[in-house]
């Protein structure tokens, strides 16, 4: 049984969003499916519960016992003092997301494959001098345009691999129901993220394309759904969005636990949802992990355009829009044929998502 040490970004600070733990988990799932073995490495803040708080996030997962985190002066803590060293020395494989990993720790592995999942932005990152990532074995990128005449953002000279984004389709069976309610989307609204390129800084909050696309609520017959992570600097922004027919919900009264947002994403219609201004700039063929969640949930998507896919662009279970008439059009079309998506939705995850089919090439192209 080979053994992969699994290096997640964050998710110890990130508690309250489950989706963000969920992105990792998919890939977990995926490679237990292919017989391995998975440790979770990650370095956790320097809070005393942090470790608790990240094993107790875990266990659902059966991950409890699998944990080797580490604190900012690279010192093993909780359980990883006891068998961290003999893990890491012994695994087949890397497998980092930890953009920013000490290169000491990349050097203790006999084999590293880094996964990109910021396609575009990563890119930038490295190239402006934003971001210096200790080299790697192999280079993995869920991003369709990366390295390719598509891509407005440089490759850095290395050689990437395209995977696909996972989706664990027993985690994510397809729903019961007609589909009746809204269409919803969980969303980050206000990070104070910005992108610096050669052409100077942009915004790169989801408020910007939301309030963008803010229009389409009040110009179709489906009801849309925005829970999202805010605060009371956001009410402008807010009463705008309320005022165009938009539905509000605070992400954590719906979506605060894995649980929680696993069943409000399968409760709904289908997802509404734009895409940070970077991924239309850069054209990344981008797609979010919590729209595949939909897609194996046997819910339709309808989320903005992020540049040319091979398997987004069939106009059916997922329609891309770029701008306001499109988006109305795809909800139309949507509601028109409603069990039609449903079914493609969940044959997409099934074709191009499965988690353990995705799992399978990263073994291939890693090992």
């Given amino acids: ?25 998919q890939y977990v799932e995926g490679l237990r499916a292919n017989g391995v073995d998975v440790w979770w490495l990650e370095r956790v803040p320097d809070e005393l519960a942090a470790p608790e708080r990240l094993a107790a996030a875990l266990a659902p997962f059966g991950l409890r016992d699998r944990l080797l985190l580490y604190d900012g002066e690279g ?18 494989l890397l497998l980092n997301f930890h953009y920013r990993i000490d290169a000491d720790l990349i050097a203790r592995f006999r084999r590293t494959a880094l996964v990109d999942i910021d396609p575009g932005l990563l890119q930038l990152w490295m190239s402006e001098g934003q971001l210096a990532v200790a080299p790697h074995d192999v280079y993995l990128t869920t991003g369709e345009t990366v390295g390719t005449s598509d891509a407005r953002f440089p490759d850095c000279g290395l050689p990437w691999r395209h995977i696909r984004p996972p989706v664990s389709l027993e985690h994510w069976p397809a729903a019961d129901g007609n589909g009746e309610g809204a269409f919803t989307t969980v969303s980050s609204w206000w990070g104070d993220e910005w992108v ?29 759904e925005l829970a999202i992570n805010t605060g009371p600097k956001d009410r402008p922004d807010l009463d705008l969005l309320r005022a165009s027919g938009w539905r509000l919900r605070h992400s954590v009264e719906v979506a605060g636990t894995p649980e929680d947002y696993r069943a409000y994403v399968r409760s709904s219609r289908g997802e509404f949802s734009c895409a940070k201004p970077s991924c239309a700039r850069l054209q ?17 998507a309808v989320v903005q355009h992020a540049g040319p896919s091979e398997c987004l662009d069939g106009g059916e279970g997922i329609l891309r829009f770029s701008t306001s008439d499109e988006a109305v059009a795809a909800l139309d079309a949507v509601g028109a044929d409603y069990e039609r998506h449903r079914r493609a939705a969940r044959a997409l995850a099934e074709e191009h998502f499965d988690a353990r089919k995705v799992a399978a090439r990263i073994l291939e192209q890693a090992l």
């Fill in 1 to 25: 049984m080979p053994t992969v040490v699994l290096s997640a970004y964050d998710v110890a600070r990130c508690a309250d969003i489950p989706g963000h733990l969920w992105v990792y988990v």
């Fill in 75 to 92: 010192r093993w803590v909780n359980g990883g003092r006891e068998h961290a060293a003999d893990v890491v020395a012994s695994a087949d």
């Fill in 284 to 300: 990344n063929a981008w797609v979010s992990d919590r729209t595949l969640c939909y897609l194996a949930s046997g819910r339709p």
């Fill in 196 to 224: 610096a390129d050669r052409h100077g800084y942009y915004e790169n909050n989801k408020r910007v394309s939301f309030l963008g696309f803010r229009e389409v609520a009040e110009r179709t017959d489906e009801q849309l």
